[in-house]
């Protein structure tokens, strides 16, 4: 069966950049500024506030695991009130010891083992938005075991590091994602993947991209009318059933046409188009340029 949720993630690409211990005790706070890229930590012991912009405070507790797919500002502190100490992550440098806030000696009040990745795809803005801001998961043991796995082979020099890493990553996403599905989750993937009749329909788009959908035909696969499916589709997903379907495709295209070894007319036909001029109209208004263009400057970028 396809797994619409693992076939992002694998396009995603995610390879982890470094992790870090970080404590504080005392009074102490730090803010953020916007990141853009994922960030993910696990609490090891004790307690801290942590507000994500755009979302309500939350307080993290030991065992907790929390993961930003797109990390914006946010700030971090101990329950004392105190002014921020700013920080930009694009221009610190990256610690290579426990990072201490607050007090320095004696004992923390909260320890946390964080760690910060990119995704390799150049689509990552398109695939992420497909997933929630923010992931806060609490007493799933898996996860904290996961980091720490990371965290080891990260400091480790061992053979095959990279490869490792980037499939421990792997999973953790998918561990992290696959905990909130439901309907409380937000708009996108998981919240259609949650939904029994919908999640039919989104497997079959991924099982068979090429064909020729129509809402219709995706309705009575999930055996919906054409307007209960439509509208709940567009709840659920956050994009209508045809948007998504060409998101999907366009995803897709941009990965076979960074792989250098198909003619325009097979990509076409691989992702639901009749012809390479009819498949170059699309990924054109859609991506904002050819792909033979995006060929090029894929091949170019390194």
Do not use: N
């Not at 504080?24 to 803010?31: K, L, M, P």
């Not at 307690?47 to 939350?58: A, F, H, I, K, Y």
């Not at 923390?108 to 150049?122: A, C, W």
């Not at 992290?176 to 788009?205: F, H, K, V, W, Y």
């Amino acid at each position: 069966m396809v797994d619409p949720l693992s076939e992002v993630i694998a396009l995603l690409r995610p390879r982890t950049v470094f992790s870090k211990i970080i404590s504080g005790a005392g009074r102490w706070a730090v803010r953020y500024s916007d990141f853009g890229q994922p960030s993910f930590c696990t609490v090891l012991e004790g307690s801290c506030r942590l507000t994500v912009d755009g979302q309500e405070p939350l307080t993290l507790e030991a065992g907790d695991f929390l993961l930003l797919p797109k990390t914006p500002g946010f700030t971090m502190s101990g329950f004392e009130a105190a002014v921020a100490k700013r920080i930009d992550p694009k221009t610190s440098p990256a610690p290579t010891q426990e990072v201490r806030h607050g007090t320095s000696d004696g004992e923390p009040d909260v320890r946390l083992l964080g760690g910060t990745f990119v995704f390799e795809s150049k689509d990552a803005d398109l695939l992420v938005s497909l997933l929630p801001e923010l992931v806060h998961v609490r007493g799933v043991a898996r996860l904290s075991t996961l980091v720490q796995l990371v965290r080891d082979e990260a400091i480790e020099e061992r053979p095959g590091r990279d490869l490792v890493l980037a499939r421990l990553i792997e999973i953790m996403l998918i561990e992290a994602l696959r905990t909130i599905q439901g309907e409380a989750a937000p708009a996108g993937l998981l919240r259609g993947l949650a939904d029994a009749r919908l999640a039919i329909a989104i497997r079959e788009m991924h099982a068979d991209p090429a064909r020729t959908w129509t809402v219709e035909e995706l309705a009575k696969k999930a055996a919906l009318s054409r307007s209960v499916f439509f509208d709940r589709f567009t709840g659920a997903v956050g994009v209508p059933p045809m948007e998504y379907l060409v998101g999907w495709r366009m995803a897709l295209a941009k990965d076979l046409l960074r792989q250098h070894d198909m003619s325009l007319a097979e990509v076409a036909e691989r992702v639901g188009y009749s012809s390479a001029s009819t498949f170059s109209t699309a990924f054109s208004r859609h991506v904002g340029q050819p792909p033979s263009r995006f060929a090029r400057q894929s091949s170019a970028s390194p």
